[in-house]
């Protein structure tokens, strides 16, 4: 079946960085567009970054962290990537990998990122 399972939350400091990742089981990777989403408390779920399938030649960020985030993708690995840079606080939130399949759509149980001083 299908698996996702983020990993590199953690606490930093405004200005600092982390590196997420979500590992992708029970399909065919390199085929999918991958996205990652965030949740933070009180707060609807929103959409952070996406990635196009393949090489991942198409990149879109939500406004928010355009330029300070960066979506990748090791189709080897069967892993997508978030490096987030210049953390701020509003960035605290629970972190989503998401794939949408043809019939099905498939989450991972979150990873915490907490931006703190």
């Known amino acids: 079946q299908v698996q996702l399972v983020e990993s590199g939350g953690g606490v930093v400091q405004p200005g600092g960085s982390l590196r997420l990742s979500c590992a992708a089981s029970?399909?065919?990777?390199?085929?999918?567009?991958m996205t990652w989403y965030r949740q933070a408390p009180g707060k609807e779920r929103e959409l952070v970054a996406v990635?196009?399938?393949?090489?991942?030649?198409?990149?879109n960020y939500a406004d928010s962290v355009k330029d300070r985030f960066a979506i990748s993708r090791d189709n080897a690995k069967n892993t997508v990537y978030l490096q987030m840079n210049s953390l701020k606080l509003e960035d605290t939130a629970i972190y989503y990998c998401?794939?949408?399949?043809?019939?099905?759509?498939?989450w991972g149980q979150g990873t915490q990122v907490t931006v703190s001083s």
């Open positions: 998401n794939v949408r399949l043809v019939f099905s759509v498939h």
């Open positions: 029970g399909f065919t990777f390199s085929m999918y567009d």
């Open positions: 990635i196009s399938s393949g090489g991942g030649g198409n990149k």
